[in-house]
């Protein structure tokens, strides 16, 4: 089946350090890979996308490499700032299958001045 | 409009007592999902519309819970005799299918909450 696992959260970084957020998943086929992001009292967001194996997708400093040797979409940004605190969701849309969506349980950054 | 629409904003509803929350997708757009996210949780996939199929209801928690999208547009989510847990937001979202590249478009929700 389809699925998505994401680091547990929550996690607390201080400003300028380097971020890493794991995402795995489970698919049949060549699904595209979604990082979503919710700011406080916002709805979600697409922040990157990648559509296909070695593809990076990137937005706002961040990046992410669609890894499918190692099914993993790994969300990464080399300097948070406080304005990134928010909560990140990994997704999958299986190829093939009309426009399902599989979303990781979300991952709640906080960045400390 | 430029977005996806959702109404009301918020809905505070005694136990016991039917909602309705609405969802104007943009236009255009094929495919219809409806979400729920609780308090420090993850996102909940509650229903799903593409085009003129059946829709995918495998979400729905209990039979309390029906949606329905009239005219391939906009949908509305029933939730019958509401409980205190189903006080959440619901999230409702759409989508342009074009081979595998779909995005989806997230509208701002509705803040449910049952007394």
């Known amino acids: 089946g389809n699925s998505v696992t994401q680091m547990e959260g929550p996690v607390t970084l201080s400003e300028e350090a380097f971020l890493t957020i794991n995402c795995t998943y489970t698919a049949t086929g060549y699904p595209s890979l979604f990082w979503y992001v919710q700011y406080p009292g916002e709805g979600l967001q697409l922040l990157l996308k990648?559509?296909?194996?070695?593809d990076k997708g990137s937005n706002k400093g961040f990046e992410a490499t669609y890894r499918k040797e190692t099914t993993s979409f790994h969300l990464e940004k080399g300097s948070v700032q406080v304005s990134d605190s928010a909560v990140y969701f990994c997704?999958?849309?299986?190829?093939?299958?009309?426009?399902?969506?599989?979303f990781g349980t979300g991952t709640s950054l906080t960045v400390i001045p | 409009g430029a977005g996806v629409s959702q109404s009301p904003s918020n809905k505070v509803t005694e136990k016991g007592k039917d909602v309705e929350l609405r969802c104007d997708p943009i236009s255009g757009h094929t495919a219809l999902y409806w979400y729920r996210q609780s308090l420090g949780q993850g996102l909940e996939f509650l229903i799903y519309f593409q085009g003129n199929s059946a829709p995918d209801k495998s979400g729905l928690p209990s039979d309390r819970f029906s949606a329905e999208r009239t005219g391939g547009s906009v949908s509305t989510l029933t939730i019958q005799r509401t409980q205190q847990e189903d006080s959440a937001v619901y999230l409702c979202?759409?989508?342009?299918?074009?081979?595998?590249?779909?995005?989806?478009?997230f509208g701002p929700g509705t803040r449910l909450t049952v007394l």
């Open positions: 997704a999958l849309s299986p190829a093939n299958t009309g426009n399902q969506f599989y």
């Open positions: 990648a559509t296909k194996a070695d």
């Open positions: 979202a759409s989508s342009f299918q074009r081979g595998g590249h779909n995005e989806q478009f």
